[in-house]
């Protein structure tokens, strides 16, 4: 299958399950949601949600570094805006805007392997602290969520905390695992190097403390969005959302994430009594957001400079 056949797909997809979820939630009922947002907590999340890009900006910025890619905060700032721009608006989720840093990390000059592995690492730092807080979330909410699972609410908790402590734990066990000699060379090698360096458990934690304010970041952004629109809820709660809603959001089937994360949404805050209108009105939100943001990385931090 071709590429731009693949990418046109993908777009059709998107949009067929967005049209599909407002379609079962009511788009007279979603409308009526997003006309009384209220511009002030639209404004909060979406300074949250610009905050949180930065930090990860930075985050990337530093993982580049480390592995030898060497980029200044503007240039970091500026490319990761707008690979979220790209991401936004081009088929595949969060790999168009992934393969736009590393190739402009690499065209500045830099390692190819380092460009490579720096986006790859700062997408995985990411992943690893969602899913932890996604977990622990769970675990607070476990009044609400482990009934709608049918299952005991201690086992809920056990299953929760036990399965974010040894996700937690799994990085730490990266050099021991690639003291291998089957990853003596290849495309692990510059993997292999850093992660065998004395200063790995240093880096490991900082990307842990900016990861974590990323997702929290994000939260905040999500329940600006929410509180814009009248949905009140605890702050566990959009602490366990924001995993099912950003990951369903990074599967490369639609374009910027549009119907996924609707879907997503509608799915995880239907236990807490969140009418699907107004989740779907969450997701939308967050989707501008997104573009809000592409657009204000243009703006702000120009094009690529040549040469």
């Given amino acids: 299958m071709k590429r731009p056949f693949k990418a046109l797909l993908r777009g059709l997809v998107g949009l067929a399950l967005l049209g599909a979820v407002v379609a079962l939630a009511d788009p007279a009922r979603v409308w009526g949601q997003l006309r009384q947002a209220q511009p002030g907590w639209l404004l909060a999340g979406l300074l949250a949600g610009i905050a949180s890009n930065l930090v990860s900006a930075l985050r990337w910025r530093a993982l580049a570094r480390w592995l030898g890619a060497n980029a200044s905060t503007r240039d970091a700032c500026r490319w990761y805006f707008q690979a979220i721009g790209l991401n936004a608006l081009l088929p595949g989720a969060v790999v168009g805007g992934d393969v736009y840093r590393a190739v402009v990390l690499r065209g500045a000059g830099q390692d190819t392997a380092a ?55 799994l990085p730490w066990c ?36 900016a990861s974590a304010a990323v997702q929290l970041l994000s939260a905040a952004a999500l329940a600006g969005g929410g509180l814009a629109l009248g949905v009140a809820l605890p702050a566990s709660v959009w602490a366990w959302a924001i995993a099912p809603v950003f990951l369903m959001a990074a599967l490369p089937v639609s374009v910027g994430g549009w119907g996924t994360r609707e879907a997503a949404a509608v799915a995880a805050l239907a236990p807490f009594g969140v009418a699907a209108s107004a989740a779907v009105g969450v997701g939308v939100v967050y989707g501008v957001y997104g573009l809000a943001q592409g657009a204000l990385g243009a703006l702000a931090f120009g094009l690529p400079r040549k040469g």
């Fill in 115 to 169: 460009s490579s592995w720096s986006v790859v690492l700062d997408r995985l730092s990411g992943l690893w602290m969602l899913c932890a807080i996604g977990g622990l979330g769970a675990a607070a909410c476990a009044d609400v969520l482990a009934p709608w699972l049918r299952l005991p609410r201690g086992l809920f908790i056990a299953l929760m905390l036990g399965g974010t402590l040894l996700w937690l734990a």
């Fill in 174 to 209: 990266l050099p021991a695992l690639l003291r291998s000699r089957r990853f003596a060379g290849g495309w692990l090698a510059p993997l292999r190097e850093a992660a065998t360096r004395p200063d790995f458990p240093r880096q490991l934690v900082w990307q842990a403390g």
